[in-house]
Structure formats: structure tokens, C-alpha cells
T-cell receptor, first 113, second 112 residues
């Protein structure tokens, strides 16, 4: 099992640019979660999907953030335009059902200058 | 609303000493409980989980945790800490079909 795959692992971009983070969940998992981790705020749930459908996006900080899951094996988190305060590590996780154990990807470290 | 409290932000123990990391939760239903570990620069790795049954659960890397319903606690323990255990530890709670709620984490440092 390859685990949850995220790309890129590191992203450095300038303020105002569009950033797209990608996630491939574990095959067969039907729930997918996007988290953001910072020193100040810890681990925050941004949005989660069940069976490719967004269930709760109340954690998405602003309209600049959007997430899609076009099929069961792929999801994207987009920030447009990016700002320095978006700098964080973004994690994707998947699970068989919403509250059973989640499996995390290695994360994408985003730096916005 | 459900919540998880990890009272200790940072703990330092000597290598070979025993360890206990505290976790208290608030949840209306019978919860599922988890401990995760995050090494620097890595994602979160599941250490152990409790769904039902025996309240003492064993996990990977020699860790165990005990569910105490009367105290709403799920403390993580290890009898003898190794330097490689230095990491951030997260307790999480969930039930049904809702996302897990994570605590803010406890950072463990191990000294020689």
C-alpha cells in the first residue's frame, strides 16, 4: 500500500500567485480530509469529502481557498491568490469512514513570500 | 461540542524513563479514541486506537493507552522511552460519521 500521496512536498511562491496542492488517497478509502498545520493554530480541519462530495467546508479560511475531488483517487486544494499568512504545512488524510482512523500523507510545506 | 484537551504542551523525560501523556475528551456519545505521533517534517502516524472492548489497548513502538470512561481520559504510556520517541503526540476523538477532533498536541523531548 502506497499510503496517501501528496504533491508537491515543498512549494515556495510569491504573494498573489495561485497554488495548487494535490492528494491521492489510499485506494478504497471513501473519506478525504484537508488540514492545515501552523505553530500558532495547530492542526486545523479545512474541508472533508465523503464519496467525493464536500460535506463540511466551514474550516476553509476564505474564498481564496477552494477544494475539489473530481474522482475517488484525486483531490486538489487551491489557493488563489496566495498570501504570506497562508504559509503552513498542508496535510491530506483519508479513511474508510468519517471517524475511523485517518491515514495522513507526508504534507506539503507551503511558503508564500 | 466534542473537544480534546492535552494539558501538557511540552514534556521532557530521560531516556529509559517511563512516560505518560495525558488526554481528556468531551464527547456526547461513546467515542472512538486515537493517538497519533508526528516526527519532525513528517505526517501523523497512527499509534493506537480504541473502539470498544478491553480498555487497555496496545499500539506500535511499545506504546499503550488506557480508556477510563469515568475520567473521560485516554492517557498514553510507555514503560521505557527511547531517544527516537522524541516527537509530537496528538490525541483524537470521533464517533459515527464525523471527522476526528484533535488535541493541540504534546511535544516530547528525550534527554540522555
Amino acid at each position: 500500500d502506497a499510503g496517501v500521496i501528496q504533491s508537491p512536498r515543498h512549494e515556495v511562491t510569491e504573494m498573489g500567485q495561485e497554488v495548487t496542492l494535490r492528494c491521492k488517497p489510499i485506494s478504497g478509502h471513501n473519506s478525504l480530509f484537508w488540514y492545515r498545520q501552523t505553530m500558532m493554530r495547530g492542526l486545523e480541519l479545512l474541508i472533508y469529502f465523503n464519496n467525493n462530495v464536500p460535506i463540511d467546508d466551514s474550516g476553509m479560511p476564505e474564498d481564496r481557498f477552494s477544494a475539489k475531488m473530481p474522482n475517488a483517487s484525486f483531490s486538489t486544494l487551491k489557493i488563489q491568490p496566495s498570501e504570506p499568512r497562508d504559509s503552513a504545512v498542508y496535510f491530506c488524510a483519508s479513511s474508510l469512514e468519517g471517524a475511523q482512523e485517518q491515514y495522513f500523507g507526508p504534507g506539503t510545506r507551503l511558503t508564500v513570500t | 461540542a466534542q473537544s480534546v484537551t492535552q494539558p501538557d504542551i511540552h514534556i521532557t523525560v530521560s531516556e529509559g524513563a517511563s512516560l505518560e501523556l495525558r488526554c481528556n475528551y468531551s464527547y456526547g456519545a461513546t467515542p472512538y479514541l486515537f493517538w497519533y505521533v508526528q516526527s519532525p517534517g513528517q505526517g501523523l502516524q497512527l499509534l493506537l486506537k480504541y473502539f470498544s472492548g478491553d480498555t487497555l489497548v496496545q499500539g506500535i513502538k511499545g506504546f499503550e493507552a488506557e480508556f477510563k470512561r469515568s475520567q473521560s481520559s485516554f492517557n498514553l504510556r510507555k514503560p521505557s522511552v527511547h531517544w527516537s520517541d522524541a516527537a509530537e503526540y496528538f490525541c483524537a476523538v470521533g464517533a459515527g460519521n464525523t471527522p476526528l477532533v484533535f488535541g493541540k498536541g504534546t511535544r516530547l523531548s528525550v534527554i540522555a
